[in-house]
């Protein structure tokens, strides 16, 4: 299975995307993430599975969660983290990323957690890394953002169980610019669910292949129907501006989940959103802090998922954990 993201011998060296990763890859890393959360929220222990080994966290755009998320998950495995600053780096003065990457590669470092705007860049990243040197995209442009999609399905799989055939799934917003979208449709698409449903204002929807496979349903009810789960995405506010929506009043009556609306789905039906959320546009108060959302357990989850990447792309032989 020899790619970008993976050695020779088929195992995961980079995860940039989970487009293209076997099911059972997607499965074993979150049965792993199962097998941590216990450690991963409990601030008190520590794993020493990465003891010796150097995460940077190389932000270039705004981040509380995942940001966040990744340096709890680093420490928990008994990593150092170096949490780059780019308000003070010579990214200022016109370094490019790549230099920066070879640069903080040259001292040391093992993995880099990379945000960027700019869509495809990691590629350029996983390509540059020396030999035992890993790449993690915690979001790139409207690319990917795999380790959201991988929390999003444990979210999913922890309700639901591990066999999602039976399950219709919503989502519902801005899927067009959406990097979260364009992680969990394919891993949806692999865990093999029964049912992926969309929709979306027309002028926030993509036109390439990443709805290959989805019913598109514009009438908001009507998509809600009998649905297990209700993944709602951020709406954007910049796209008021570039006028792909009218306004947020009529987005709200149009797209956002009220409980009245929430009732058309399953009795157990879920709800995600990755956050932030701009409650009273795409969510209710009501529904998001409601008995069935699912948020903040999306949030929790992150630390384990994020955990389990980094093990196994790290992970050397040796060290004294479960």
Do not use: W
């Not at 809600?224 to 995405?233: A, N």
């Not at 546009?281 to 948020?295: F, H, K, L, M, W």
């Amino acid at each position: 299975m020899p790619s970008l993201q993976h050695h020779p011998d088929g195992r995961l060296r980079h995860l940039i995307t989970l487009d293209g990763l076997e099911r059972q890859e997607i499965e074993s890393l979150l049965e792993r993430a199962q097998q941590l959360r216990a450690v991963a929220l409990d601030g008190r222990s520590a794993l020493d599975a990465l003891r010796g080994r150097t995460i940077v966290n190389l932000f270039f755009e705004p981040s509380t969660r995942t940001r966040s998320s990744f340096q709890l998950a680093a420490r928990r495995l008994g990593a150092e983290v170096l949490n780059f600053d780019v308000a003070h780096s010579s990214s200022r003065k016109g370094e490019s990323l790549l230099d920066t990457f070879r640069n903080l590669q040259a001292m040391g470092s093992d993995l880099f957690v990379v945000r960027v705007a700019e869509s495809g860049v990691l590629d350029s990243l996983a390509a540059a890394a020396n030999p035992g040197v890993s790449v993690v995209n915690a979001g790139d442009g409207r690319s990917a953002h795999p380790t959201q999609g991988l929390l999003d399905m444990l979210t999913i799989r922890q309700h639901k169980g591990a066999d999602f055939s039976a399950l219709t799934v919503l989502l519902v917003g801005d899927i067009l610019h959406s990097r979260v979208a364009r992680s969990d449709l394919p891993a949806l698409r692999t865990l093999g669910v029964g049912q992926i449903r969309v929709c979306a204002p027309a002028t926030l929807l993509p036109t390439d292949h990443t709805l290959d496979g989805c019913t598109q349903i514009d009438d908001f009810d009507a998509a809600l129907e009998g649905v297990d789960v209700v993944m709602m995405l951020r709406l954007q506010r910049e796209r008021m501006e570039e006028g792909l929506i009218s306004s947020l009043e009529d987005y709200h009556r149009n797209y956002g989940l009220s409980p009245e609306r929430l009732r058309r789905a399953k009795p157990d039906a879920i709800v995600t959103h990755p956050g932030p959320m701009n409650r009273g546009v795409e969510i209710d108060d009501a529904v998001a802090d409601g008995p069935q959302s699912v948020i903040l357990q999306q949030v929790s989850n992150g630390v384990a998922v994020r955990m389990a990447v980094m093990e196994r792309l790290l992970y050397r032989a040796g060290a004294n954990y479960p």
